[in-house]
């Protein structure tokens, strides 16, 4: 029987796997090569809490999206806040307010994305990250000064292109 808390297509899928592999298991397994060191990354304790590049990037919360190292960036060049369809929400604007006045940054993007579940079309998310836009150029959140600029990322070709 499933305990409860288990979900049934990963627990039923490892008692089948479990009993086809016991016959395997009486084998002795193959020597592991050892793994190469990964790559040092920066000390999180080193980096300042301010954005190093003064930017704040608003996205999709889809897993297909690497903000930073879509624009270049690395850990703490950046704030970045997610959510479903990359939308000015009230948290949305409440966060950007915090990164510019309390945290010093000057600009935002927003990126939108294809295939998006949030939005019925790829038009309607890139109507939503125009919304966006004027959302928080519309707001208290950010001076006038405060650069917005917004981007679509195709999740297709891998293409990051500027709203029109």
Do not use: Q, Y
């Not at 297709?156 to 500027?162: A, I, K, M, Q, V």
């Amino acid at each position: 029987m499933t305990p409860p808390s288990s979900w049934e297509p990963f627990g039923a899928a490892r008692r089948l796997s479990e009993a086809a592999e016991a016959p395997a298991r009486a084998a002795k397994p193959a020597p592991v090569p050892p793994a190469a060191p990964a790559p040092a990354a920066p000390a999180v304790s080193a980096l300042r809490r301010e954005p190093a590049r003064k930017l704040v990037i608003i996205t999709c919360m889809d897993a297909r999206i690497e903000p930073l190292s879509l624009l270049g960036l690395r850990l703490g060049d950046a704030h970045v806040i997610r959510n479903a369809g990359a939308t000015a929400s009230d948290d949305v604007l409440r966060s950007v307010r915090a990164s510019h006045s309390l945290l010093g940054t000057r600009r935002a993007v927003v990126i939108g994305h294809t295939d998006c579940a949030g939005h019925p079309s790829d038009e309607a998310a890139a109507s939503a990250v125009a919304e966006t836009l004027r959302r928080i150029r519309g707001s208290s959140a950010v001076p006038d000064s405060f650069g917005l600029e917004g981007l679509m990322f195709d999740v297709r070709t891998g293409e990051l292109r500027p709203l029109r």
